[in-house]
């Protein structure tokens, strides 16, 4: 009796192929729909479409977020590079201008004061004493830069005190103050209604009496400098003179006087 072997098919290299068994077919009342790949991965289910929809909405509305951040992080760099810039340029042109011009601040002196107002001798009583007081005070101004002038402005202003109170105060005429210049004016300070107290009057006659009467002399001054055709921004020169007068009378006479000057940026 014969005795038959399945052979199995070989490959090129001699390997045998694995058994082939043919698919089972599928059972009855069972269909096989065959679709194309593309339709299966890129069209969504209709139950899944508006789902679909919304991911990529979002996906896209992403994207356009991000590319909004980068530009505003690119303009913020830019203008924190361009602040970078400029304040190194400023410091750079003022540098260059503080030893090119050697700025310097101007310089005050009162040369001269006449007082008009003051009866203290008045028969009054002292709880009734009233005066209006007037400074006409002389003022010397001397610009010490070589290359830069001054602008005063219009709002200067000048007042006399004695000790914490104000007696009278007044503006200042404006003018250009040249390089090395000296320029001297004058200024009219007028008070009004100013009640004497006890305490003031008595203090006034005491110093009078001892031929020195000390005064305080303050000058508010808004200056502009210029360096050949620049200007600069206003800053505000503040001059504050002490002064010892020998009576408060119009033929006063100066004994002994110094002023100081800031410059407030």
């Known amino acids: 009796m014969m005795r038959t072997e399945r052979v ?8 045998p192929h694995p058994p082939f068994f043919p698919k089972s077919p599928p059972p009855p009342g069972t269909y096989v729909i065959q679709i194309p790949k593309d339709q299966i991965f890129g069209h969504p289910p209709p139950a899944n479409a508006s789902h679909h929809k919304r991911r990529v909405r979002a996906s896209a509305t992403g994207r ?8 505003c992080h690119r303009c913020f760099c830019f203008f924190l590079c361009f602040l970078l810039v400029l304040a190194v340029a ?6 260059v201008v503080y030893f090119v011009y050697d700025p310097k601040a101007p310089k005050y002196a009162v040369d001269g ?9 008045s028969t009054s009583r002292p ?5 209006d007081p007037k400074f006409d005070v002389t003022v010397r101004a001397d610009n010490p830069n070589k290359k830069i002038g001054f602008y005063y402005g219009k709002r200067s202003s000048a007042s006399v005190s004695f000790g914490p109170d104000v007696l009278c105060s007044g503006p200042i005429v404006s003018f250009y103050h040249g390089p090395k210049n000296v320029t001297v004016f004058k200024t009219s300070l007028i008070g009004s209604g100013l009640h004497l107290s006890d305490t003031m009057r008595s203090r006034m006659m005491t110093d009078q009496s001892r031929g020195s009467v000390p005064i305080r002399i303050d000058l508010t001054v ?18 504050r003179c002490e002064l010892t007068v020998d009576k408060l009378d119009v033929d006063s006479r100066i004994t002994s006087k110094s002023c100081k000057v800031k410059v407030d940026y």
Request: charged fraction near 20%; charge should be positive.
């Open 8 to 15: 199995h098919p070989t490959s090129d290299s001699g390997e």
């Open 64 to 71: 356009r977020s991000n590319r909004r951040l980068c530009t």
């Open 222 to 239: 808004p200056v502009r400098a210029k360096l050949g055709w620049i200007k600069s921004w206003t800053v505000t020169v503040k001059a």
């Open 127 to 131: 709880s009734d004493l009233t005066i």
């Open 113 to 121: 004061v006449s007082i008009k107002g003051f009866d203290l001798n």
């Open 90 to 95: 400023a410091v750079v042109a003022g540098v």
